[in-house]
């Protein structure tokens, strides 16, 4: 490296001078940490479409978005009219930032090429139809946005592929009995799928909703467990900030 | 000093002020001082002193309280009052204005000592429908020092005015010089063709801004619209012990005050415009005065408020006589604080803008009705409590109150237990719920069931073996209005294939209502 020029400094000194660089598999999306074992980046890789399915899957849906809509960022459900904002509110949305598009019809493509300029997640549901070469474009687009796309139900339905594939293997529910009782809380299990870095099987277990209709870690002593207390949850206490933040605003 | 001297006011660097002879020398309002010096060499600069324009104005504060009590003071030299009373009671605008200047000159006479106030301090006066358009109409130049502009009649009175208004200093836009600046470029000259264009491209163009334009070039007060009540009065208040003669004791508990307020509104996302700083001495004297910001006071500016109005008082005439004792700030003016800071976790409002952007081109789409959001309010029924309110990005923001706190904070006897369903059906759908036996479950008038729910049959589901199942749960609502009534049992059903629905029974017909997905 003798004659290089002055002013041109050698390969291994750029690492310093240069910002490092962002790959685009390290920008993610928040995700609550009671979901966030369920993804090796800790979150929801922007970009990324994710299927859910299974008996909970609108729960599930929308308690990924948790994170994201608490911390500023904007979700929009696509062919989602049954949708119950209550309940995924007392899960722990902020509803202010959901915006609904209940019947796209066959504009449905349009509509989330649309979207994927303006929000961060795309909730799709189940009976909305694309056209392939729509998917592919949409796909294209998410990618330079950095807007992610969860569908409720089977992804291929409306000709996306699926980068992570999360399934409510088990929901059990507590509380009701044949003629008694109510239902009270649900503990689901959700089995991950993968491509490529995600390949291994992951399993999670959570209530979904507990008693106060909220979502919570399970921990194996079959007790909900309140994680504001576990002290190994560190960025927890960043979640509990916000939540300060929304009760007062 | 005379308007025959050469002399300007300068305030953070640029001219604020020029004396007409030092106008002839090409001087211009918003040039650097440096720049003001070289067109003319013997200028005399005086710096610009607020708190000196503040007092010499509250003289003319008090001659004008004999016309209405309620004056607000933007600045020293500027102030503005609803008219509605007043000029009935003075007999039209018209006459009122006169009332005004009247009094105005009488004190200014007095003040400097003539008979004939010099044309550049003789006041104007302008009425109009909004703060903004009477300002304009106060300071345009025209030959009559008073302007009236007829109710309904601001949009064509503005139409003729260049863009550059909108950055003026009265204006709520006042800061927004790149906005002014692309509508110049775009070849929108006057405030008219702002005006004449549509909202949702304004909107798609150029954000709440651009709408906050066009309102102000249609003469619309978007800022009195948008006014919030105060959840309870944000006041604070607090007795000097012992009694200080020092304006600046006085100032320094007012700054610990203003700060509290100020945090206590950014809590509920609010900024304030208008406060009412009241001061008492021992002897009882009292001096209140409203004060009004055009965009949003800081804790510096209310700070600064209250420092202007004690020296005018201390200085004037009316000068109390006993020390002073009570300090007392109540907020009673605020608006929606719509983002003049950047987020609490980064650039929350570019966010915004770029989703509303890509909602109402969808809305462009498929119409205005499809994008919608949510409006939560009270009841016992799911579709009572939430409720989708069309997108509106004219008067969108991203911090609304999603819950209407009159009518969810009130107790619902009979309301749906937590856990809520998150499926809730549109339009409830029949289905059938027998027992072992096959024969229809019903329910008595008085909750009674002859036969146990055993099977679950429903066209979209399927038929299923039903695992649990709890309830009757009663709902009689409206049971006095014979159309609106609904008397229905609620029961939740838990199926074997792990999914579970609520469901009701009205008059010996089962329907599903929701599911717990």
């Keep these: 490296m ?17 910002p490092p660089a962002i ?11 009671e979901l966030a074992g ?10 990324s479409t994710i299927e859910v399915t299974g008996v909970a899957a609108t729960s599930l849906a929308s308690a990924l978005t948790i994170a994201v809509s608490r911390f500023g960022g904007w979700v929009a459900a696509v062919g989602l009219p049954t949708f119950g904002p209550s309940a995924a509110s007392d899960l722990g949305i902020k509803l202010s930032r959901w915006a609904f598009v209940d019947h796209p019809g066959d504009q449905a493509g349009v509509v989330i090429h649309a979207l994927t300029a303006g929000v961060d997640l795309i909730l799709v549901g189940p009976d909305v139809k694309l056209r392939s070469d729509h998917g592919r474009k949409i796909v294209a687009r998410m990618r330079e946005r950095g807007a992610s796309v969860i569908t ?27 003629g008694h009782g109510r239902l009270t809380s649900r503990k689901v299990e959700i089995e991950r799928l993968g491509r490529g870095a995600d390949s291994n099987l992951r399993r999670e277990l959570v209530w979904l909703p507990n008693k106060e209709g909220r979502l919570n870690a399970f921990d194996r002593k079959n007790k909900p467990v309140n994680l504001s207390q576990s002290p190994h949850r560190v960025s927890k206490r960043l979640f509990d900030i916000d939540e300060s933040v929304c009760r007062a605003s | 000093m005379t308007c025959d001297q050469l002399a300007v006011v300068v305030d953070n660097d640029r001219i604020v002020d020029i004396t007409p002879a030092a106008i002839e020398y090409g001087i211009t309002l918003g040039v650097r001082r440096r720049e003001a010096q070289k067109l003319c060499a013997d200028l005399q600069v005086v710096l610009n002193d607020e708190e000196l324009s503040v007092r010499r104005f509250s003289s003319v504060i008090e001659a004008l309280e004999s016309v209405t009590p309620r004056i607000e003071i933007t600045t020293g030299g500027r102030c503005s009052f609803p008219t509605r009373g007043p000029s009935r009671y003075f007999g039209g605008d018209q006459a009122l204005a006169q009332t005004v200047v009247e009094r105005t000159v009488s004190v200014l006479s007095a003040m400097f000592e003539t008979d004939e106030v010099p044309n550049h301090i003789y006041p104007k006066v302008g009425v109009a429908d909004s703060r903004f358009v009477a300002a304009l109409a106060a300071t345009s130049e025209t030959s009559s020092r008073i302007q009236v502009v007829v109710s309904g009649g601001s949009a064509a009175f503005l139409a ?22 692309v509508f110049r470029r775009l070849g929108l000259k006057t405030l008219g063709d702002i005006s004449s264009l549509p909202n949702q491209e304004l909107v798609a163009r150029f954000g709440s801004p651009g709408l906050l334009a066009k309102q102000l070039a249609q003469g619309i007060d978007s800022r009195a619209s948008l006014l919030h009540s105060i959840s309870n009065v944000v006041s604070e208040e607090s007795e000097i012990d012992p009694p200080t003669d020092h304006v600046e004791t006085a100032v320094f508990v007012a700054k610990a ?48 408020r209250v420092r202007w109005q004690l020296e005018g008082w201390w200085k004037s005439e009316m000068a109390p006589t006993g020390s002073l004792s009570l300090v007392r700030l109540v907020v009673n003016e605020t608006i929606p604080d719509s983002g003049c800071q950047l ?35 009270g009841g016992r029924r799911l579709a009572n409590i939430e409720q989708k309110v069309p997108f509106v990005a004219a008067n969108f923001d991203p911090n609304r109150v999603v819950n209407l706190p009159e009518s969810t904070d009130a107790p619902w006897p009979g309301r749906l237990p937590v856990p809520l369903p998150i499926a809730v059906l549109t339009q409830a759908k029949k289905l059938e719920v027998v027992d072992d036996d096959g024969r229809l479950v019903r329910v008595s008038g008085r909750g009674h069931m002859e036969r146990n729910p055993a099977y679950f049959k429903s066209e979209c589901l399927g038929a299923h073996l039903i695992i649990g199942w709890g309830g009757p749960w ?40 929701a599911s717990y997905e």
């Design chain 1, 2 to 18: 003798q004659n290089a020029p002055v002013g041109v400094p050698s390969l291994s000194d750029m690492p310093q001078i240069s």
């Design chain 1, 23 to 33: 790959l685009a598999q390290h920008r993610t999306l928040p995700v609550v940490d």
């Design chain 1, 38 to 47: 369920l993804f090796t980046d800790g979150g929801i890789r922007q970009g």
């Design chain 1, 152 to 178: 409720v139900g089977k992804a291929a339905l409306c000709n996306l592929r699926p980068d992570l594939r999360l399934r409510v293997t088990q929901a059990m529910w507590t509380g009701i009995e044949l």
């Design chain 2, 160 to 181: 003729p005015f260049p863009v550059d208004v909108l950055v003026a200093k009265e204006s709520p836009l006042s800061e927004a010089h790149d906005l002014v600046d």
């Design chain 2, 257 to 304: 005050f203003a700060d509290r307020i100020c945090q206590q509104l950014a809590a509920e996302g609010l900024a304030c415009v208008r406060i009412l700083v009241e001061v008492e001495t021992e002897h009882g004297e009292i001096s209140s005065r409203l004060w009004r910001h055009e965009r949003r006071f800081t804790p510096i500016d209310i700070t600064d």
């Design chain 2, 343 to 377: 987020g609490f976790w980064g650039e929350k409002t570019a966010n915004d803008e770029r989703a509303i952007r890509s909602f109402t081109r969808i809305q462009g789409l498929l119409g205005p009705d499809s994008v919608t959001l949510v409006q939560r309010g």
């Design chain 2, 474 to 513: 009663f709902l009689d609502e409206r049971w006095w209005d014979s159309a609106k009534k609904i008397r229905q049992a609620r029961f939740q059903f838990l199926l074997d294939n792990d999914t579970s629905h609520l469901c009701v029974i009205e008059n010996g017909q089962w329907w599903l209502e």
